[in-house]
């Protein structure tokens, strides 16, 4: 498989959100009209936790004049694949997670996860149906049963991580150490976490992404909570890094 096909972006049609904060959500303008630019392409569908069809309703209507642009004064450009739904998941708390999306590729289920004060965070988990590879995708949070059984004998799981050592510089989550481990810990994913959610799984390789590594400038380390992982016995961890191909 050559790496125009791997990264075939003028062909997704799907797209499935962990949660909704806007750090996760910010590039779906360009997700939905940024492929359309470059010529027809299919319509997108766009799973995620409740609210989802409404935020896409209203990135449609924000985006309006861009899109009509792109029909006018075109004449290799239509419709398709200019316009975008939201499909909601489903707000559940079961962690044995629920089959969301079945084609002749893929199976999808999602898991509810922890993260914070958000009611509706999911992970997801990716099989293959041509060979069973297992892909979970973990998006935002601390260690949960769901997390671990979207992760369970997984091929891989994409996850973020924040740091534990270095949480004195963390901007937010309150002034004290002990302050900060309780709020930040609610949130994030520390390494003592990761190691849970990798014993508990049995996954086998983790990528660490939406790395939060906070550091006094003169001491940053693009690798320290790669650094942090490994001494708290997370063993086959990568960091991502754009173009990857797990
Ligand atoms: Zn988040
Ligand atoms: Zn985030």
Do not use: C
Not at 96 to 120: C, M, Q, S
Request: proline share 5%.
């Amino acid at each position: 498989m050559d790496l125009a096909t791997v990264f075939d972006l003028q062909n997704i049609k799907y797209m499935f959100l962990t949660h909704l904060h806007e750090d996760h959500t910010v590039g779906l303008p360009s997700f939905i009209s940024g492929p359309f630019k470059f010529g027809p392409g299919p319509d997108k569908k766009i799973y995620g936790p409740e609210g989802v069809d409404e935020m896409i309703a209203n990135i449609n209507a924000a985006w309006r004049l861009d899109r009509n642009e792109m029909f006018q004064g075109s004449t290799t450009q239509k419709a398709d694949g200019a316009t975008a739904i939201g499909v909601p998941v489903w707000p559940s708390t079961d962690p044995k997670g629920r089959l969301i999306y079945e084609d002749d590729n893929v199976t999808v289920e999602a898991f509810p996860t922890e993260h914070g004060f958000l009611h509706h965070t999911y992970a997801y988990r990716f099989t293959a149906k041509p060979d069973g590879r297992v892909i979970a995708f973990g998006g935002d949070g601390h260690y949960s049963e769901g997390l671990v059984n979207a992760a369970k004998d997984a091929d891989v799981l994409v996850i973020e991580s924040i740091t534990r050592k270095n949480i004195m510089f963390v901007v937010w989550g309150g002034d004290t150490e002990d302050e900060k481990v309780k709020i930040i810990g609610a949130y994030h994913m520390f390494p003592e976490d990761m190691k849970k959610v990798q014993d508990d799984s049995g996954v086998k390789q983790i990528v660490m992404t939406h790395v939060q590594n906070y550091n006094d400038p003169e001491h940053f380390d693009r690798l320290s909570v790669l650094k942090e992982m490994q001494d708290a016995g997370v063993t086959n961890i990568l960091m991502a890094e754009d173009g990857d191909i797990y």
